[in-house]
Nanobody
Framework: QVQLVESGGGLAQPGGSLRLSCATS????????MNWYRQAPGMERELVAH????????NYADSVKVRFTISRDNAKNTVYLQMNSLKPEDTAVYYC??????????WGQGTQVTVSS
């Protein structure tokens, strides 16, 4: 059974930091690209960060570049999102995603991140 379980969300002040984790099971983690998406109320889900399978190369949405860092630990089957210099506009539900071309695509249940003073 495939599981992706996010944790680490919560309330942060502007300028603060949070670290999200996504623990996975039920599939060969090292064979999957891993992504973090987010969805704010009334908005479409958007890709925030991507890390590939072998080289660990990463890509980020322009809105989070420099501030967010995605990483993975293939030994622990876990992907992380370090979020620094948080802004109110980062408030959203953050989702972990595992993807392997052409058709394997798995989602976590999401974790709420709220940035507010």
């Amino acid at each position: 059974q495939v599981q992706l379980v996010e944790s680490g969300g919560g309330l942060a002040q502007p300028g603060g930091s949070l670290r999200l984790s996504c623990a996975t099971s039920g599939f060969t983690f090292s064979n999957y690209a891993m992504n973090w998406y987010r969805q704010a109320p009334g908005m479409e889900r958007e890709l925030v960060a991507h890390i590939n399978t072998r080289t660990g190369s990463t890509n980020y949405a322009d809105s989070v570049k420099v501030r967010f860092t995605i990483s993975r630990d293939n030994a622990k089957n876990t992907v992380y999102l370090q979020m620094n210099s948080l802004k109110p506009e980062d408030t959203a539900v953050y989702y972990c995603n595992a993807n392997r071309w052409p058709s394997n695509n798995y989602w976590g249940q999401g974790t709420q991140v709220t940035v507010s003073s």
